[in-house]
């Protein structure tokens, strides 16, 4: 069904996300989830996005995903994009985006030293818990949660900015419904927020595109983050189909213009980045939430965002 994306609600009004979070799934679940919707008549089709979707939506999955032109703002391919689901560590990006502006306005030093704790490590993933070094500076911080979705080095920007900032900056940013709710953890106890971090996907897809066109507080701040978000590593989900370089991707000799960020947790998997090649360019977020039982329920989330990718390349090119 061929439809225009809704405007965003205003901050004021806007629900608690992590309690909008969770009655969006019940209603899920009930079988009120609205059907995903292809905008984009005429041009390249995202038929094998929309069956791949509705048969994982259809076996329990929550999915939000939204993809949009960069140069219209037009939503070619949209469902349930205003719901707040967990997005885990892609809610790093509101915190990439309040420390680039703090360093921009002078009020954080990017060479400020900060040492790793040693209560509250995050001993799960991440690079910096292996690193010899006991301290680094806020950039090299930076660089670590952005490349390498270092857990403990979004833990340290994140209180080195201060959440209600972060809160702030989202906010301000246009993203009333997405939150970041807490820091990162090995386990949550029943006193921790639910999640680290909830986003729907329209808001995360219109963050993207806004670093990309220098509107995320201003082109220097939009330029620094795209540059951290460049150094990304992780391309197994959407940006599979690219064929890029996880090491080595921010100057493709075949001129495609690709940044990212993707969130992963038990049960979630979340990714939302910008695709630019010939034909096109595209803002994109995609948010899958399953029962991750097996490996085969896991593999089966993953191969959505494959298929999308394959599509978002045809679209492009």
């Known amino acids: 069904m061929v439809s225009s994306p809704a405007s965003a609600p205003d901050p004021a009004s806007a629900p608690d996300p992590a309690s909008a979070a969770r009655a969006e799934a019940r209603r899920a679940h009930r079988g009120g989830r609205r059907p995903l919707r292809r905008a ?35 939503a070619v391919l949209a469902g349930d994009d205003h719901v707040p689901l967990p997005i885990a560590g892609l809610g790093v990006v509101p915190v990439l985006v309040e420390t680039a502006a703090r360093i921009e306005a002078g009020v954080l030093d990017p060479l400020r030293i900060v040492d790793r704790p040693d209560a509250g490590l995050v001993a799960g993933s991440g690079l910096w818990r292996h690193l010899r070094a006991p301290a680094l500076p806020i950039v090299d911080l930076a660089v670590l949660a952005a ?92 940006a599979s189909a690219t064929g890029l370089d996880p090491f080595a991707h921010d100057h493709d000799a075949h001129g495609l213009l690709f940044i990212n960020k993707t969130g992963r947790d038990r049960g979630v998997r979340a990714e939302a980045g910008v695709l630019g090649g010939p034909r096109a360019g595209v803002a ?13 329920h896991r593999l089966r989330a993953h191969d959505v965002f494959r298929v999308l990718g394959t599509d978002l390349m045809e679209f492009t090119h």
Do not use: K
């Not at 670093?211 to 939009?222: E, H, I, Y």
């Not at 994109?284 to 085969?296: G, R």
């Open 40 to 74: 984009a008549a005429g041009r390249r089709s995202f038929t094998s996005s929309l069956r791949a979707l509705d048969e994982l939506a259809q076996a329990g999955a929550l999915v939000s995903v939204h993809v949009a032109e960069l140069d219209t703002g037009r």
């Open 284 to 296: 994109y977020a995609l948010t899958v939430c399953f029962d991750d039982l097996s490996i085969s």
């Open 147 to 238: 490349g390498a979705g270092d857990p403990n080095a979004a833990n340290a920007l994140l209180e080195a900015v201060g959440h209600d900032r972060v809160r702030a900056r989202m906010v301000e940013l246009g993203m009333p419904r997405s939150a970041v709710l807490d820091r990162f953890r090995d386990r949550r106890g029943p006193d921790d927020a639910p999640h680290v971090a909830v986003g729907t996907t329209r808001e995360f897809a219109q963050l993207f595109a806004a670093l990309v066109d220098s509107r995320a507080v201003d082109a220097a701040v939009s330029a620094q983050v795209a540059e951290w978000l460049s150094l990304n590593q992780d391309l197994s989900l959407v």
